[in-house]
C-alpha cells in the first residue's frame, strides 16, 4: 500500500468513529460529552493530522537514516537535510490541508526529529522558566510564578523515553532500569531531572528549569524587586573585597541566579574555577575554568563527587572557586579552602534562613565523617564564611532576596550574626495579593567593611541609611 493510500484509509476510519452513533440514544453524542473527552484526550487524539504525521514521520526517519547520528554533520547542515526530505515527504502524502496546517505539522515533525519533540515551543518561549513533564500527556509550566497546565502532549510514554534519552545522551550520561534518576542540562546550561519507572510509579516525569538566553545582570534582579540598589552596591563591593559569600534559600527561589550575578563582579583579572553537578553558571570572564562532577558507570565505578573536584580545584592555582551547591561531605573541603588563602569564594546551599544555613553546615561537615568537636566546627564556619545571602520565593511567586547577613564571630559555643538588609514584610500585599515590601538596610554598618577597605574597596556610607541609595 503507498503513503497515500495508507492516509486515506486512516482518515476513512477516523470519520467513521467520529460519526458513530451513541449506544444509548442512537444519536450522535451531546456537545458537552465531546467537550469532555477533548479534555481529557491526548493531544494526538484531538489532533485531525495525527496519522499524517506519524506517516510523514517514518517516512523521513527511514530516507535520511544514519544522517540523523553523522557525528561530522553541523547542526545547520542535519537541519537543512531534514527539512528538505520533510517537504518531500509532506509533498508525497498528497494531503489535503492548508499553508497554516502544513506549516505546523512541518515545524512539529522537525522539532521532533531535531529537538525535543513537544517540548521544543515550551522552551522557545521566553517567558516560561519551568517545564515539567508529570505524564506523557500531562504537562505543566510555570509562568509569572505560577504553574498553568498546557495542551502539549508527547505521543505515549515510549515517545517520552526518547526524548529523555536525547536530552541526557548529549552530555554523556544514562537512565535506564538500573539507574532510574539523571541530572542533566541542555545545551543552553537549563537544569534537567528525569525520574523513571520503577521509581516513578506512573510513567517517567521530566522537569527542566529554563535559564534565560542572556543571563541575568543585577540591573535585572533590581527592576524585578529582588534587591534594591543599595543591597546590589553592596554585594558588589563583597565579591569584589574578596568576602566568602553563601547563597542560601529554598527549591527554585532564584540561588543559581543570583550566584551567577554575583559572580560576574569579579574582576576580569582573577583565575575562576566552577564546580558543578550540572554545568548551568555561564560567567562572562575570559579566565574561567568549568568542571562537573561524573556519575559512576553502569558497573558502579568511575565517579567524581563535588569534593573530588574541590580537592582537584586547589592544585588549579585558583583566584576564586565557585560552587555550584554545597550539598555533602564537600562542605568540609569548601571550609579549610576558604581558610586557607583562598578567600572570596562563593556557592549555594539549601536552607530556609541564614540560621538554618550555618546548621547545615554543620551537618554537612560532619557528613566527611571526621570526628571533630562542634565548637571546632563553628569556628571554621564563623572564620570561612563572611556573609549569608537568604534568597525566597514568595507566596505571590517572585523571588527576592529577604536577608543579607553578616556572620560576626563566635561568642562562647553560639556563632553570632549580624542582619545588614531585611525584607519588609509589614508592607503587607496589594489588592492582587503582590507583595510590596522591599530590602531595607538595618541601619548598621557591617564589621567587614574593615576588610573591605584593606582591599581598596570602599562603600558609599549612603548604603546603610534608611532611605538607601536613588
Known amino acids: 500500500m503507498s503513503l497515500t493510500d495508507r492516509i486515506a484509509a486512516a482518515q476513512r476510519i477516523r470519520t467513521s468513529q467520529d460519526a458513530a452513533p451513541s449506544a444509548d440514544s442512537g444519536t450522535t453524542a451531546p456537545s458537552s460529552a465531546r467537550a469532555a473527552r477533548t479534555v481529557t484526550e491526548p493531544e494526538t487524539h484531538r489532533d485531525p493530522f495525527g496519522e499524517v504525521k506519524r506517516i510523514v514521520h517514518a517516512s523521513l526517519v527511514e530516507a535520511l537514516g544514519p544522517k540523523l547520528y553523522d557525528a561530522h554533520m553541523t547542526q545547520t547542515e542535519l537541519e537543512q537535510q531534514v527539512h528538505i526530505a520533510l517537504q518531500n515527504s509532506l509533498a508525497d502524502a498528497e494531503q489535503p490541508m492548508s499553508s497554516v496546517d502544513r506549516a505546523r505539522m512541518s515545524q512539529e515533525i522537525a522539532d521532533d526529529i531535531l529537538g525535543y519533540g513537544p ?14 513533564v508529570n505524564a506523557f500527556d500531562s504537562i505543566y509550566v510555570e509562568r509569572s510564578g505560577k504553574l498553568v497546565k498546557t495542551d502539549a502532549a508527547f505521543n505515549d510514554e515510549s515517545h ?29 546550561g537549563s537544569r534537567v531531572n528525569a525520574i523513571i519507572p520503577p521509581l516513578a510509579l506512573d510513567g517517567s516525569k521530566l522537569t527542566i528549569r529554563k535559564f534565560s538566553e542572556d543571563p541575568f545582570t543585577v540591573e535585572d534582579l533590581i527592576r524585578f524587586g529582588s534587591l534594591s540598589r543599595s543591597a546590589a552596591q553592596l554585594l558588589e563591593a563583597c565579591v569584589r573585597g574578596r568576602l566568602n559569600i553563601l547563597v542560601s534559600g529554598g527549591t527554585g527561589a532564584g540561588k543559581t541566579t543570583t550566584l551567577n550575578v554575583l559572580s560576574s563582579f569579579i574582576p576580569e583579572d582573577e583565575r575562576i574555577v566552577t564546580i558543578e553537578d550540572a554545568a548551568e553558571l555561564r560567567l562572562s570572564q575570559d579566565h574561567v575554568l568549568r568542571l562537573e562532577s561524573r556519575p559512576s558507570n553502569i558497573e558502579g565505578k568511575g565517579e567524581v563527587s563535588i569534593r573530588d573536584l574541590v580537592k582537584n580545584s586547589l592544585r588549579m592555582r585558583p583566584d576564586r572557586i565557585v560552587v555550584g551547591e554545597i550539598r555533602d561531605a564537600a562542605a568540609l573541603d569548601m571550609l579549610q579552602a576558604m581558610n586557607t588563602g583562598h578567600d572570596g569564594s562563593i556557592s549555594t546551599l539549601h536552607a530556609n534562613t541564614p540560621r538554618d544555613a550555618l546548621s547545615r553546615l554543620e551537618t554537612m561537615v560532619l557528613m566527611a565523617g571526621m570526628d571533630l568537636p562542634i565548637r571546632a566546627i563553628r569556628e571554621q564556619v564563623s572564620s570561612a564564611v563572611d556573609l549569608i545571602i537568604q534568597q525566597t520565593r514568595l507566596k505571590d511567586g517572585t523571588r527576592r532576596i529577604t536577608a543579607i547577613t553578616e556572620i560576626v564571630g563566635m561568642e562562647g559555643d553560639i556563632i553570632t550574626t549580624q542582619d545588614v ?11 492582587h495579593g503582590k507583595f510590596q515590601g522591599h530590602l531595607k538596610s538595618m541601619g548598621l554598618r557591617p564589621r567587614f567593611l574593615e576588610h573591605l577597605t584593606d582591599h ?10 534608611s532611605a538607601g541609595l536613588k
Do not use: C
Open 119 to 132: 517540548l521544543e515551543p515550551l522552551l522557545r518561549d521566553p517567558d516560561l522558566t519551568e517545564v515539567m
Open 160 to 188: 517520552l523515553r526518547r526524548t529523555i534519552d536525547k536530552i541526557v545522551s548529549k552530555i554523556g550520561r544514562r537512565v535506564d532500569e538500573t539507574s532510574p534518576m539523571v541530572d542533566a542540562r541542555l545545551p543552553d
Open 421 to 431: 538588609f531585611l525584607f519588609d514584610y509589614s508592607a503587607g500585599t496589594n489588592e
Open 456 to 465: 581598596g574597596v570602599h562603600v558609599d556610607p549612603a548604603v546603610f541609611s
